[in-house]
């Protein structure tokens, strides 16, 4: 589309009217909210989740409220697994408009004592299973020269850290930020919008372990300008906005969802 030939339309700049959004570790957490968030904008959505149980309960609280949801039990490491599951979602729904590229895992263990198996198991998820995720969807995506890619990184991306030890976490984030820079550049020419977004700690149970010590949230609190961690339904917005037709010329971009963490 030229820029003479946009006109922005408030009616439907954040609708997802129609699209087909696939969300890796959607079961759950922020995955299982931006489902929600997606759907009530207009998308089918298919839950990928290596928790078979989980994903497919998500997918039915979905399809009680009255929305378009599937479940496929994936394996965010595996080609395989994941290519089967895109094929799936492609033979009932005819396509790919959105990934959600949110699985993820941390293992917080100090540097000096951190295993190898550890620091790959992370490595796995976080980073390789992100690209494989992305390569595979956008492969559907080029065939119609349209699509985009939402990673989930994370302020300890961007940021050293400091509060406990999480190198693998940290290190596969940072990385995610700089994979999305690259295929935004790679695959622009393709249609293909590529983004990330930073979320500060949100309270799922994921951090879990973190915010059931008081005095360690209460240490969250106090390096956040807002006083406070993020509520799950707080991501929602960024993503959809990143996903939507109003982020049409947005690319490239990682959007901090942090209540000013990282502004200091």
């Not at 299982?32 to 497919?56: C, P, R, T, W, Y």
């Not at 965010?76 to 599951?85: G, K, L, P, Q, Y």
């Not at 263990?109 to 992370?122: A, C, G, I, N, R």
């Not at 406990?164 to 995610?176: D, E, F, L, M, R």
């Amino acid at each position: 589309m030229t820029p003479s030939a946009f006109q922005f339309d408030a009616a439907n700049a954040f609708s997802l009217q129609g699209q087909t959004a696939i969300i890796t570790g959607g079961a759950k957490g922020i995955g299982a909210a931006v489902a929600k968030g997606m759907a009530q904008s207009g998308a089918h959505i298919a839950l990928f989740d290596n928790d078979a149980e989980a994903v497919h309960a998500q997918a039915t609280h979905l399809t009680a409220l009255g929305f378009t949801a599937h479940a496929y039990t994936v394996d965010v490491t595996d080609e395989h697994s994941i290519e089967v599951a895109m094929q799936s979602v492609v033979q009932r729904s005819g396509r790919i408009d959105c990934l959600f590229n949110n699985a993820g895992l941390a293992i917080r263990q100090p540097s000096l004592t951190l295993s190898l198996e550890d620091w790959e198991k992370v490595l796995d998820v976080n980073l390789t299973g992100v690209f494989l995720c992305a390569r595979l969807a956008a492969r559907h995506m080029v065939a119609r020269q349209s699509g985009c890619i939402i990673n989930t990184a994370s302020i300890m991306g961007l940021s050293g850290g400091g509060l406990y030890p999480n190198i693998s976490y940290q290190s596969t984030k940072g990385a995610v930020v700089n994979l999305t820079r690259s295929l935004a550049v790679e695959w622009a020419r393709e249609g293909i919008r590529v983004n990330a977004i930073a979320p500060t700690w949100v309270h799922t149970d994921f951090i879990k372990p973190l915010t059931d010590k008081p005095e360690l949230l209460n240490k969250l609190h106090a390096m956040t300008p807002m006083g406070r961690i993020a509520q799950v339904d707080e991501i929602v917005g960024g993503v959809i906005y990143l996903a939507s037709p109003a982020a049409g010329m947005v690319t490239g971009h990682t959007l901090a969802i942090d209540g000013g963490f990282l502004a200091q």
